[in-house]
Structure formats: structure tokens, C-alpha cells
């Protein structure tokens, strides 16, 4: 695992978008995974800016996310296939065609989850973007999801739901789906993040805390603001 602990949310974001421009650089078809939440919001902005500057290309890629409230509408401010519209795939060249949420509309969860797996098992994902929830959830893989889970309807824990301001339910790429990424890059940011950071140090794999199960990663990037990273402070 590599662990960076930058000065500020600004240069987490940063790095995070050079890590991800150099990938595309390197491989124009990189399948990305990408995430929500407040976190990657400044990794999509740099990712816009450098597309605005000429200095990426997005037409090859591939998109997938890591989740989705279930059920919920994409015309729903608070889906994450609006978010996503919002603040990214609008904004750059990524062909609309190669991207793929799962379907929060969907009236078959089950049989859209699989789709969604097999999917992801045609096009394996290159690069997955992880953020990390105060309880160490990773995607919607709350505390007790399994190591060997794939992507699934869940229940979101009372904190979560208080913490999103939902009592939605949601769909999510499962612990093995995400760890089959050839590289993940986790960005955590401020003071409410460092316990799941420390547990990830210092605990071995357990599912209590779901993100410590990617230290088996081989390829494993954590790139956290100083609040969140100095945990020993
Ligand atoms: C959300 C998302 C996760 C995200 C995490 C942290 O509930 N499902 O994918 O990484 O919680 O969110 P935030 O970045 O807003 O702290």
C-alpha cells in the first residue's frame, strides 16, 4: 500500500487527477470506476479543467460506478446518476455509451446487479476511486458486508442513512467487485475520516470495518488530506 499524506483537500484532489490523466495517457481505453460523495468532488473538477486545457482525452474510456440509492429517479438531485451527470460526464468527452451506473429505476435489483457484474467482468476495471465512510464503508459495503460479496442491494445503517439524509436503500459493487480493480486509489479528507484510516493501518483485514479488507490489494494508492492521515496527531 502507498499512503500519502498531502497539506490539503486541494492537492489530494490534485494528485489524484494526475494519477488518473497519466493512466489515460498511458492506456486511451482505461476503464475507471469511479465514486460519490463529497470527497472526489475536487478530483472532478481538476479532471474538467485538464479537458478544458486540451490536456486529456476522455473518448476512449470507460465508466463505471461504484453505487446508487435504490430506488431513486436519475432526475432526483440526490441520485448519483445525476451527480455524475452534474459534475462530470456532462462536462468532458467521455462517450456516453461507455458509461454504466446501475439503475436505481430499475424494478429487478437482482437481475440489474448481475448485469452490472458481468459487465464489469468484460471490462475489467483498471482504476477504481474510492472514498471512505466514517464507519469505514467502502461504496455502500457497510460494516459486515463480505469479502467475497459482489454487487448487491443493501440496507444502509442508521449513520449512513443520517449522515446522507436518506432512508433509501442502495446498490452497490461489492467488496470482490471493487478489489478485482488492477489499481485503487483511496482519497479521504478531513478530521471525521481519520479512525477509518488508523483501523486501515493498523487493524488487519476485518469486515467491522469494511476498508481495511483492501490491504490484500496489491495495488493499493491512499491519498489523504493531513486531517485525515495524521492519525497519530
Ligand atoms: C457515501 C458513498 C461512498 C462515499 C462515502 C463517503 O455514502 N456511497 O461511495 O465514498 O459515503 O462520502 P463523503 O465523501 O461525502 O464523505
Known sequence: MKFIVVKNYKEMSRIASEIIIEDIKRKPKTVLGFATGKTPLGL???LVKAYKKNK???SGIKTFNLDEYYPISKADKKSYFYYMHNNLF???NVNPK???LLDGETANPK??????ESKIKQNPLDVQILGVGINGHIGFNEPYSLKNSKTRLVKLTKS?????????KALTMGVSTIMKAKKIILLACGKDKSKALECLMKCRPNNCCPVTLLKNHKNLVVI????????DD
Open 44 to 46: 472532478y473538477g481538476e
Open 56 to 58: 486529456v482525452d476522455f
Open 90 to 92: 456532462n462536462k468532458i
Open 98 to 100: 461507455n458509461i454504466n
Open 111 to 116: 437481475k440489474e446487479c448481475e448485469r452490472f
Open 160 to 168: 449512513t442513512q443520517k449522515r446522507n439524509k436518506t432512508n433509501k
Open 224 to 231: 489523504a488530506d493531513k486531517k485525515a492521515g495524521d492519525f
